[in-house]
């Protein structure tokens, strides 16, 4: 298999590729915040973008990389008083040899570093391994006699091994000439301190209900109700599209109907829900009836806390986790549960438990726990 044909780790399926993306949507202070950098010639060698999965971080390190490879050396930071305006946003024209050499992916002077294909395995590796890294250090070796900006993209930064970390953390401090590396994190917490220390950080926020619809149609993707996807996927275009593409609005509805039976379960519509995880094939359908399921005991927990789980994301939802969760003891009670399930169900999953009978125990669950709140 060439590696052209090798699945990309940094893909959403359904969904452009980042270096594809012609807009990044709801993002502007980000990007403000970058060009504000530049502008005044305080262009860090390395900018850690972070926020929630899916909100933009990807498009935005591309975007940054694009800018950066196809803008003279000597635009903008207040070096030259004639040097032309700073782009603003960070836009560089489709047909710019650097915007087609990237499309195409033969940017000599951008490396991409992400989890690699294991020929043994014939998998994609779990990691990002510390030859990855060294990769990267022999390609900005070779290309330093061609002169000009060159850029690093580590996607994500989060799934480097230890010996790999400190790999780029020796990179990171001593960096060579003219180098930008753009580490894209969603658990920033994750990373080596040293790390996060030398890079200036950069924040992503989740993306209002019109912003993720404006993406997603963007994307080519039907947003449907948007405002219930923003809810389930917490503002992640990411996210959205994956609830798209598995009918995940349905799917919640389904289980907002289950629990309104609740404290005395309709069994015949729990078989079902639990069947449907048991379908072949159904990886992707039992994952997301699983992040559902806790998503839903999440907003349990929520609206006892505090009286209110915000907008609606199904049907009759709001009435039926106000009758659930009462109070704030309730609340205690749900986010007790939510915790214990979420382990039984990484357990489960971890074991290759039925799906069935996983799916089928975490209903018997929560209708337990509503049963004795009805006591």
């Given at each position: ?124 590796k ?8 060294r ?71 989740t ?55 609740l404290?005395r ?74 915790q ?13 438990l ?22």
């Amino acid at each position: 298999m060439s590696e052209e044909a090798h699945p990309e780790p940094d893909r959403v399926e359904g969904a452009p590729h980042p270096r594809d993306t012609v807009r990044l949507i709801g993002q502007g202070g980000a990007e403000a915040a970058f060009l504000d950098a530049y502008a005044a010639g305080r262009l860090h060698h390395a900018w850690l973008l972070t926020g929630p999965l899916g909100v933009g971080k990807a498009t935005l390190a591309w975007r940054i990389a694009r800018f950066l490879l196809a803008t003279p050396e000597d635009d903008g930071g207040g070096l030259f008083t004639d040097a032309p305006p700073t782009p603003e946003p960070l836009d560089i024209a489709p047909d710019h040899p650097v915007a087609r050499r990237i499309h195409a992916g033969s940017e000599g002077r951008l490396f991409v570093l992400r989890r690699a294909w294991d020929d043994e395995k014939k998998r994609l590796k779990t990691v990002i391994t510390v030859d990855e890294v060294r990769r990267m250090k022999n390609f900005l070796h070779m290309s330093a006699t061609d002169g000009g900006r060159r850029a690093v993209i580590v996607d994500p930064a989060d799934e480097m091994n230890v010996a790999a970390a400190n790999a780029l953390l020796k990179m990171l401090e001593e960096p060579p000439h003219g180098v930008t590396f753009l580490l894209v994190s969603h658990q920033p917490s994750r990373l080596l301190p040293t790390i996060r220390s030398r890079c200036r950080e950069l924040r992503l926020a989740t993306l209002r209900p019109d912003d993720l619809a404006e993406a997603m149609a963007m994307a080519g993707v039907d947003a449907g109700n948007s405002t219930a996807l923003a809810v389930l996927a917490a503002g992640s275009v990411g996210e959205a599209i994956r609830l798209a593409n598995l009918d995940g609005l349905d799917t919640y509805a389904s289980i907002v109907s289950l629990f309104a039976t609740l404290p005395r379960l309709d069994r015949m519509q729990a078989l079902k829900l639990a069947e449907k995880a048991a379908m072949r094939g159904a990886e992707e359908k039992l994952d997301l009836l699983l992040s559902l399921m806790d998503l839903f005991l999440a907003r349990l927990a929520r609206t006892g806390a505090l009286g209110t789980a915000g907008a609606e994301a199904a049907p009759g939802e709001a009435a039926l986790l106000a009758r659930l969760a009462p109070d704030a003891g309730a609340g205690r009670r749900w986010a007790a549960l939510h915790q214990s399930l979420g382990a039984r169900a990484r357990h489960g999953r971890a074991v290759n438990l039925d799906p069935a009978a996983l799916i089928l125990d975490m209903v018997l669950k929560i209708d337990e726990a509503a049963r004795e709140g009805a006591a």
